[in-house]
């Protein structure tokens, strides 16, 4: 069956880009508030996290993985950023600690899933707990707030007079690497490879577990990242921080088109699903709907994400049926 | 005929399926003026796929008692008219005709209902249920409060066991059949749905000769039987063997429907290809160079024991053997997707590293491996991402893929090895099986390897493109590459090899050169005879 130019334009991720500019557009017309600078910061910066750990979940899930402990390391590095805070030592030393701890986690992972071959879906929901748990250990019950005011001012500030906060130019350097690594490079090429046939891939040199342990790698050093970047914007370093956002990462990156079975989809329609979310829910509060009923909403979006692909290639099915019928006559 | 209850077998069921009645019948015409009715028949059957037309006014009759021949080459459109014959596909134009009346098929459900079974080459059973939970799967014989009846299960099963002439246990898993019996086991099943046409889409392809036997056997009793067997096959040993009449088709086109005897494999061939094929074997003799590939004392426990060979530049080796001797798996090891846990090899000099393809592959060597769906290609890729996934490192600037480098370098190959597509975008799950092949072979002659490891390189692919791969493999070793060729079809190891190797239990049993390689003396040391 050749598609029309058309229908091959009318793909899933720029359907989502399409609902994205659509939300935005309604929402400057109609929804009071929403388009002042602070507002908009907020919204910006409540998505970020999010934002920061769906660029290395995308590759991973383009290979055919998932990491379900992103939130929990990400809440672990903010611990121990609190807890080596607490013990005096200078912040320039801390976060490079933090961020190699996220590279340990990250390792973690990847090595039971490479060498011990076990699935990731397990495997990231049990270090989910455990991280989490250390986290806990390591600060007990404690908030930290006392940060150095220029490090909390730059993760919450704004760039001038703009509404865009100072930490979404680092944002849009990481996306760029991400989107040249994912479909530019021949590591980006590989995941695609190794997410759609893993025994293929490696039949045609690829390394499948040097690139999967990379991509896990990334991933924890992007989500310790998130949780530095966590502590400062909100100026508090608490073990439960980011707890639950592992499934609006993965909810944002699936809303986006990236296939949960590996192998498809695009990084520019992942960072779309992001927005989609974090705009949606901005909306919504600013319409004054009631909390339940956001995470109802968000609910029934991701489940219509999963759905809307398929719904749309059966269409086209009993289309080309009902057209064979009708020449038939 | 055992076990058959005298109402189930088709008054013409004698007369019919006998070359000696067939032969009256004038060539190329359909023998229906006289005679049964066709059980089924296709009449003037078209369809197309967008621009591609896969089939052409085609038609085709079936009956009961006879076991007739679809052979055409890859993309003739066989495929095409199994999924009609089995409501998969609605034709654009034609009838199908069940029982001489005109029906249209909504789905395979309508197909089934009508007694119309296919059997595929790979049968998928549930692995760890028992043959008879298998083919009662879901409609089981009931008791009361609709438990299910284990015993009436096993009873039908075994029913069925016995009408098609075979001992099979109703109560085994069916993890551990061979394809043969999980095929024997899907044509109960289709027996059980009160089957009267079966059609088998290349059901030997992954057997061994005394599978193939055992196979046959069951289809000559359903034959008896007065039902009507489509068969599909490249072998055409086998069409000759079990057929009695064949329909051949040609790019979508119908050429003719006739009796087989009388005919030889050449004047099918010529049927199949439009014209005359050229020479299926075209060995050219090479003066063999330096070795090229040493494997010594390779050993993966368990598996092979203690395997040493050489193959030289300009040299096609075959290496022969049963399934399951360890052929393939000593060439998964040498190429590095498997670890070895003794021994050494050697590429072109350089010793490769355990467990590793990409050393392997940068000291070039490639493998062109045995199953092309699972580990040939990425079937949701394009054609020109699967050729470019071998060239990943060489087109490449700055670290980034160069594009234009890709495109041109899998343009290049496909068009070299005469791959038939709409476009190089497109996903190879899109094209025929002998067209992944070549791409499968594009991927890895774009690498220039020195060393061509190819296991079942002409499997389930049409005699015109076999006779290319061979021709192909023949040029490759006059230009100096080392061909190791892993292959179950004996002829083509006795028409392409210089030398054949021989494996029998995880051990190379026997080196025989060219001059002294027949069908007897392979066999022998395959089976372990001493030669």
Redesign the interface.
């Known amino acids: ?2 598609d029309s130019p058309l229908a091959r334009a009318v793909r899933w991720d720029t359907v989502v880009g399409a609902l994205l500019i659509v939300l935005l557009l309604f929402s400057f017309g109609f929804v009071d508030g929403f388009g002042n600078a602070l507002n908009l910061s907020f919204l910006i910066g409540n998505t970020l996290p999010i934002a920061l750990i769906a660029l290395p979940m995308t590759l991973l899930v383009v290979a055919g993985e998932i990491d379900l402990s992103v939130a929990s390391t990400a809440g672990l590095s903010g611990a121990v950023m609190g807890a080596l805070w607490n013990q005096g030592m200078s912040i320039e030393t801390i976060i490079p600690l933090c961020l190699l701890l996220g590279v340990v986690c990250g390792l973690v992972n990847g090595l039971l899933v490479t060498r011990l071959g076990l699935p990731s879906l397990a495997v990231t929901i049990g270090t989910l707990a455990a991280y989490r748990g250390v986290a806990q250990i390591v600060l007990g019950s404690d908030a930290v707030t006392d940060f150095p005011t220029q490090y909390l001012d730059f993760a919450a500030g704004r760039i001038g007079d703009t509404f865009l906060p100072q930490a979404f130019l680092p944002f849009l350097v990481l996306l760029a690497v991400a989107v ?1 690594v994912l479909h ?3 590591f980006g ?2 995941a ?2 190794v997410g ?2 893993e ?9 499948v577990k040097r690139q999967k342990l990379i991509l896990f790698v990334a991933t924890g050093f992007m989500a310790s990242l998130t949780g530095v970047f966590w502590a400062l914007h909100y100026a508090s370093a608490r073990y439960d921080n980011a707890t639950g956002l592992e499934l609006s990462v993965v909810a944002a990156v699936l809303l986006g088109g990236i296939d949960f079975d590996g ?2 989809g695009t990084l520019g329609g992942a960072i779309a699903g992001v927005f989609l979310l974090g705009a949606l829910q901005n909306v919504m509060s600013l319409l004054n709907v009631s909390a339940q009923s956001q995470i109802v909403v968000t609910g029934v979006l991701l489940v219509v994400s999963v759905l809307g692909p398929r719904v749309a290639r059966q269409i086209s099915v009993a289309r080309a ?1 009902r057209r ?2 009708t ?2 006559t | 005929m055992p076990n058959v209850p005298a109402t189930q077998l088709k008054p013409f069921t004698t007369l019919w399926g006998r070359p000696a009645d067939v032969v009256e019948e004038p060539l190329m015409t359909h023998p229906s003026d006289t005679g049964p009715a066709p059980v089924l028949a296709l009449k003037d059957i078209s369809k197309s796929f967008g621009a591609v037309r896969a089939l052409r006014d085609v038609s085709l009759e079936l009956f009961p008692g006879e076991v007739h021949a679809l052979a055409g080459e890859n993309g003739a459109g066989k495929s095409t008219l199994i999924k009609t014959l089995a409501g998969v596909h609605r034709p654009d134009a034609g009838q199908v005709l069940l029982d001489g009346e005109s029906t249209v098929f909504h789905g395979p459900a309508d197909a089934r209902d009508a007694g119309i079974a296919v059997i595929y080459q790979e049968p998928t059973l549930f692995p760890d249920l028992s043959i008879a939970e298998n083919i009662f799967m879901g409609r089981q014989p009931r008791r009361a409060l609709g438990r299910i009846d284990h015993k009436a299960t096993h009873a039908a099963t075994l029913a069925l066991m016995q009408r098609l002439g075979v001992e099979l246990d109703p109560d085994r898993p069916a993890r551990g059949l061979s394809i043969a019996d999980q095929q024997i086991v899907e044509i109960a099943k289709a027996l059980s749905f009160d089957a009267r046409v079966l059609i088998m889409d290349e059901p030997t392809a992954a057997l061994t000769g005394s599978e193939v036997a055992r196979l046959f056997g069951v289809v000559r009793t359903l034959r008896d039987q007065g039902s009507a067997v489509l068969f599909i096959s490249h072998r055409l040993e086998e069409i000759f063997q079990i057929c009695e009449r064949v329909t051949t088709l040609r790019d979508g086109a119908w050429i003719a429907s006739e009796p087989l005897d009388g005919m030889t494999e050449d004047d099918l061939v010529r049927r199949m290809v439009g014209r005359d094929l050229d020479e299926l074997y075209p060995k050219q003799d090479v003066r063999a160079g330096e070795v090229a590939l040493s494997v010594r004392r390779l050993t993966r426990e368990g598996v092979f024991t203690d395997v040493s060979f050489e193959v030289r530049r300009g040299e096609i080796v075959g290496l022969a053997g049963l399934v399951g001797a360890g052929r393939t798996e000593v060439a998964r090891a040498v190429f590095g997707v498997d670890r070895w846990d003794g021994g050494e090899v050697e590429v072109d000099g350089r010793t490769l590293t355990n467990g590793a393809p990409s050393t392997a592959m940068a000291a070039g060597l490639a493998l062109v491996p045995e199953d092309r769906r699972a580990q040939g290609l990425v079937m949701d890729m394009s054609i020109e991402r699967n050729i470019g996934l071998t060239g990943l490192r060489s087109t490449v600037r700055a670290g980034l893929m160069d594009r234009g480098a890709e495109r041109s370098r899998s343009l290049d190959w496909a068009v070299k090895l005469q791959v038939k597509y709409a476009r190089i975008a497109d996903t190879v799950s899109t094209l025929s099986g002998g067209n992944q092949q070549k791409v499968v072979l594009a991927k890895w002659l774009a690498t220039g390897p020195k060393v061509l490891i190819v296991d079942e390189p002409t499997r389930g692919i049409d005699v015109g493109t076999k006779a290319e791969v061979h021709r192909l493999l023949s040029e490759l070793a006059a230009d100096g590459v080392a061909v190791l060729m892993i292959s179950s079809d004996l002829p083509e190891i006795l028409g392409m090899a210089d030398r054949v190797l021989v494996m029998h239990e995880g051990r190379l049993t026997a080196e025989i050169p060219r001059s002294e390689a027949t069908e007897e003396t392979v066999m022998a040391a395959a089976t372990g005879r001493a030669a």
């Open positions: 069956m050749a040249v530019a490079t021949p090429r590989s695609f490879a759609a046939n025994e293929a891939a490696r039949f045609a040199g690829v390394r192998g498809k049926g064979a019928a020449t038939q």
